[in-house]
T-cell receptor, first 113, second 105 residues
Framework: DTGVSQNPRHKITKRGQNVTFRCDPISEHNRLYWYRQTLGQGPEFLTY????????KSRLLSDRFSAERPKGSFSTLEIQRTEQGDSAMYLC???????????FGSGTRLTVV | GEDVEQSLFLSVREGDSSVINCTYTDSSSTYLYWYKQEPGAGLQLLTYIFSNMDMKQDQRLTVLLNKKDKHLSLRIADTQTGDSAIYFC?????FGAGTRLAVHP
């Protein structure tokens, strides 16, 4: 297993466009998390899944954001009608259920122009 | 809401001990974590402590937990230049803003 994989590594998009990111977790991990990190800040929690069930969403997650994990394996994060304020590093992490900490991917850097 | 607070910057001399402090508001986290982020790299789990423990030692790292004061600290003994990074304190879902550790000769 090569760890948590995120694609693409970088995405530049025009304001108003939709973007979709993909995360492939470590195969035996049943929990998958999405975070957003901006310069000089810690990761901000967005949402997490246990298997295919989305268990919690941050109030930061506006209705322009949606995440799925259809078969309990990979996950996608879609941002509709992107805004300049969406520019950030989007991080995916996975873990075994509870208490083992996260393994993070390298992130997808989004730039909205 | 839940919050994790850390001092933003710490500078130490090589060979000295570093102590990075964190306070948190959510007492429901079963575990508390320290992550390390080196320049241009992803976050890496450094160590963690179960919430009913008050100390955990792992080689040069010592984690102290004061549940009454909701205070967590990470001590790095014999700090090296390779320890220069940003260190994040975290509960189950919430991360602090990170402490940048600078190690100088």
């Amino acid at each position: 297993d090569t760890g948590v994989s995120q694609n693409p590594r970088h995405k530049i998009t025009k304001r108003g466009q939709n973007v979709t990111f993909r995360c492939d977790p470590i195969s035996e991990h049943n929990r998958l998390y999405w975070y957003r990190q901006t310069l000089g800040q810690g990761p901000e929690f967005l949402t997490y899944f246990q298997n295919e069930a989305q268990l919690e969403k941050s109030r930061l997650l506006s209705d322009r954001f949606s995440a799925e994990r259809p078969k309990g394996s990979f996950s996608t994060l879609e941002i509709q009608r992107t805004e300049q304020g969406d520019s950030a590093m989007y991080l995916c992490a996975s873990s075994l259920k509870g208490g083992y900490g996260y393994t993070f991917g390298s992130g997808t850097r989004l730039t909205v122009v | 809401g839940e919050d994790v607070e850390q001092s933003l910057f710490l500078s130490v001399r090589e060979g000295d001990s570093s102590v990075i402090n964190c306070t948190y508001t959510d007492s429901s986290s079963t575990y508390l974590y320290w992550y390390k982020q080196e320049p241009g790299a992803g976050l890496q789990l450094l160590t963690y402590i179960f919430s009913n423990m008050d100390m955990k030692q792992d080689q040069r790292l010592t984690v102290l937990l004061n549940k009454k004061d909701k205070h967590l600290s990470l001590r790095i003994a014999d700090t090296q230049t390779g320890d220069s990074a940003i260190y994040f304190c975290a509960g189950e879902l919430i991360f602090g803003a990170g402490t940048r550790l600078a190690v100088h000769p």
